[in-house]
């Protein structure tokens, strides 16, 4: 820390807002931030990748960027425009599986990884990437020796000095995905040298020279489930963390890169630590420009413009589902058990004796099963699957019943997967209810069923998470009269439980025919 500042003089100094370049701007800075919807942010991420799909060439970079993005996209259930950049990146593809004809080998590593990661998100529902998939990860599999050493194969003339290429870890999660997805292969064995080797040789144990480095460690070290090793360097984050929120990039110094920040806030939602993610994404959110970027860092010493930087707006955005799951992780806490006679379970239940018999039927955000009990033991002839995005949730569902991990906003199965759709609970709190009820059609086969059980108050849905947007019964009667007929929606009181007496409605539809 600088001679003469104190942590509270420094976060007072890097929470001054970001300068923007319009009077407009000066006062959505001064709000906060708080008009930018997530919407506006994911449509500014699209922007971004379809000016780099435009692009004929581009730096590693760039493409590096195009694969992380399509990934977020994708868990945005944004398929046409992860599609597209995902087309994008196969169109650089080299016959050897690489994405880059460079001789620098940690470049062509991570922008291969990078695609790698696209690709994988794409699948199931977009299939074509397979085989670039493939490709990919056999070419990173080149790169691991029989010790787990990750050096570059000798296909092409490198240029490197020294045994290993890498100073931070080498982005091994795509490869150990491929090998899960495609088990006959040797891809997650030779990950996992690769992960072990890292950790007891090379650079594991020096310290990372910037913030955005020990971040990254800490978020690669999670998502190869080496948890030991990552909380070391999470608690440096911690005490790193000003009271604005902010991670500085180097301690004692002003500048922030805001995609440090948001790397972060996705770390710390990951290890339910809320507290510290909500601290982050409000030094975020007043940072958010109008039309839903985040610079690339704030400098409270200059406080100069910054170019907006489409790698903090993936974080930010990654964050934000991470924030939600950490909400509902906290939720899961507060569950009691569901009585045979509960109102909304009469609901389903009156439901679910007009689907067929052998008919596939989803209960989507089904928790821990507390509906598919009484459900699939009333109605053993319907194929019930239950989908959540907690996978701790879906421990907890009955044995017998099938599980999918997939959010509201993207349910990872091919479309018209399903003859009915149960929804209780759950479409109040989603980050874009929008695209949710897009998704719930998407799975929906022509003439299937869907029942939507949600509380109200005034012609309102009522959610009770801080993100929700106000969504009325009859936006949602709306948006489904598109694509489905004999939309209908009733109230009712429900008593008991977590409240005395509460509204509720149900909303049920079905898929119109293919014309």
Same mark, same amino acid.
């Given at each position: 820390?600088?001679?003469?500042?104190?942590?509270?003089?420094?976060?007072?100094?890097?929470?001054?807002?970001?300068?923007?370049?319009?009077?407009?701007?000066?006062?959505?800075?001064?709000?906060?931030?708080?008009?930018?919807?997530?919407?506006?942010?994911?449509? =500014?991420?699209?922007?971004?990748?379809?000016?780099?799909?435009?692009?004929?060439?581009?730096?590693?970079?760039?493409?590096?960027?195009?694969?992380?993005?399509?990934?977020?996209?994708?868990?945005? &259930? /944004?398929?046409? @425009?992860?599609?597209?950049?995902?087309?994008?990146?196969?169109?650089?593809?080299?016959?050897?599986?690489?994405?880059?004809?460079?001789?620098?080998?940690?470049?062509?590593?991570?922008?291969?990884?990078?695609?790698?990661?696209? %690709?994988?998100?794409?699948?199931?529902?977009?299939?074509?990437?397979?085989?670039?998939?493939?490709?990919? @990860?056999?070419?990173?599999?080149?790169?691991? &020796?029989?010790?787990?050493?990750?050096?570059?194969?000798?296909?092409?003339?490198?240029?490197?000095?020294?045994?290993?290429?890498?100073?931070?870890?080498?982005?091994?999660?795509?490869?150990?995905?491929?090998?899960?997805?495609?088990?006959?292969?040797?891809?997650?064995?030779?990950?996992?040298?690769?992960?072990?080797?890292?950790?007891?040789?090379?650079?594991?144990?020096?310290?990372?020279?910037?913030?955005?480095?020990?971040?990254?460690?800490?978020?690669?070290?999670?998502?190869?489930?080496?948890?030991?090793?990552?909380?070391?360097?999470?608690?440096?984050?911690?005490?790193?963390?000003?009271?604005?929120?902010?991670?500085?990039?180097?301690?004692?110094?002003?500048?922030?890169?805001?995609?440090?920040?948001?790397?972060?806030?996705?770390?710390?939602?990951?290890?339910?630590?809320?507290?510290?993610?909500?601290?982050?994404?409000?030094?975020?959110?007043?940072?958010?420009?109008?039309?839903?970027?985040?610079?690339?860092?704030?400098?409270?010493?200059?406080?100069?413009?910054?170019?907006?930087?489409?790698?903090?707006?993936?974080?930010?955005?990654?964050?934000?589902?991470?924030?939600?799951?950490?909400?509902?992780?906290?939720?899961?806490?507060?569950?009691?058990?569901?009585?045979?006679?509960?109102?909304?379970?009469?609901?389903?239940?009156?439901?679910?004796?007009?689907?067929?018999?052998?008919?596939?039927?989803?209960?989507?955000?089904?928790?821990?099963?507390?509906?598919?009990?009484?459900?699939?033991? %009333?109605?053993?002839?319907?194929? %019930?699957?239950?989908?959540?995005?907690?996978?701790?949730?879906?421990?907890?569902?009955?044995?017998?019943?099938?599980?999918?991990? &997939?959010?509201?906003?993207?349910?990872?199965?091919?479309? @018209? @997967?399903?003859?009915?759709?149960?929804?209780?609970?759950?479409?109040?709190?989603?980050?874009?209810?929008?695209?949710?009820?897009?998704?719930?059609?998407?799975?929906?086969?022509?003439?299937?069923?869907?029942?939507?059980?949600?509380?109200?108050?005034?012609?309102?849905?009522?959610?009770?998470?801080? %993100?929700?947007?106000?969504?009325?019964?009859?936006?949602?009667?709306?948006?489904?009269?598109?694509?489905? /007929?004999?939309?209908?929606?009733?109230?009712?009181?429900?008593?008991?439980?977590?409240?005395?007496? =509460?509204?509720?409605?149900?909303?049920?539809?079905?898929?119109?025919?293919?014309?």
């Amino acid at each position: 820390m600088a001679k003469g500042e104190s942590p509270e003089t420094l976060s007072a100094a890097v929470e001054k807002p970001h300068r923007h370049t319009s009077w407009l701007g000066r006062l959505f800075g001064f709000l906060g931030g708080r008009a930018v919807t997530v919407a506006t942010t994911l449509e =500014r991420l699209q922007h971004h990748c379809q000016q780099w799909a435009d692009r004929g060439s581009a730096p590693h970079t760039v493409v590096t960027l195009a694969g992380l993005a399509t990934e977020t996209l994708m868990e945005y &259930g /944004q398929r046409e @425009a992860a599609w597209r950049t995902a087309r994008w990146l196969e169109a650089r593809q080299l016959a050897d599986g690489s994405v880059s004809e460079s001789r620098a080998p940690e470049a062509v590593f991570t922008v291969t990884a990078a695609a790698l990661r696209a %690709w994988l998100a794409c699948l199931p529902e977009l299939a074509q990437f397979e085989s670039s998939a493939q490709k990919a @990860a056999q070419f990173l599999r080149q790169w691991i &020796g029989g010790e787990g050493r990750v050096v570059p194969p000798k296909t092409r003339s490198w240029n490197y000095e020294g045994a290993d290429p890498f100073r931070e870890p080498p982005d091994l999660t795509p490869l150990l995905r491929a090998g899960r997805r495609w088990p006959d292969t040797d891809w997650t064995t030779a990950a996992l040298r690769g992960i072990d080797y890292w950790l007891t040789h090379g650079h594991r144990h020096s310290q990372p020279e910037t913030t955005a480095a020990l971040v990254r460690r800490a978020f690669l070290y999670l998502e190869w489930n080496r948890r030991q090793e990552a909380l070391p360097l999470v608690e440096t984050m911690d005490r790193l963390q000003l009271a604005s929120g902010a991670l500085p990039e180097r301690e004692g110094q002003r500048v922030v890169h805001l995609s440090t920040v948001a790397q972060a806030a996705t770390i710390w939602f990951r290890l339910y630590n809320q507290a510290r993610g909500e601290n982050a994404m409000r030094f975020l959110q007043r940072h958010l420009m109008p039309h839903g970027s985040l610079p690339a860092t704030v400098n409270a010493g200059t406080n100069r413009d910054q170019e907006e930087d489409p790698l903090a707006l993936k974080y930010y955005l990654d964050a934000t589902l991470w924030r939600v799951r950490c909400f509902a992780h906290a939720k899961l806490r507060e569950e009691v058990p569901l009585d045979a006679s509960d109102p909304r379970l009469q609901k389903a239940r009156s439901w679910a004796q007009g689907l067929p018999a052998g008919a596939f039927v989803a209960d989507l955000g089904c928790g821990t099963g507390r509906y598919l009990r009484y459900l699939a033991s %009333w109605f053993p002839q319907l194929r %019930w699957v239950g989908i959540d995005f907690l996978p701790e949730a879906l421990e907890r569902v009955p044995k017998g019943i099938k599980t999918i991990e &997939g959010s509201l906003l993207r349910v990872p199965v091919p479309e @018209a @997967a399903f003859h009915g759709v149960l929804m209780v609970d759950t479409l109040a709190d989603v980050l874009l209810p929008q695209q949710a009820l897009l998704e719930v059609v998407r799975i929906l086969r022509p003439g299937g069923r869907l029942l939507i059980i949600e509380p109200v108050a005034k012609g309102r849905l009522c959610p009770e998470s801080p %993100w929700a947007e106000p969504v009325t019964l009859q936006q949602v009667e709306k948006l489904l009269c598109g694509t489905c /007929q004999q939309t209908h929606a009733e109230t009712f009181v429900v008593s008991g439980g977590t409240f005395s007496s =509460r509204s509720y409605a149900a909303i049920s539809a079905i898929k119109m025919p293919r014309s």
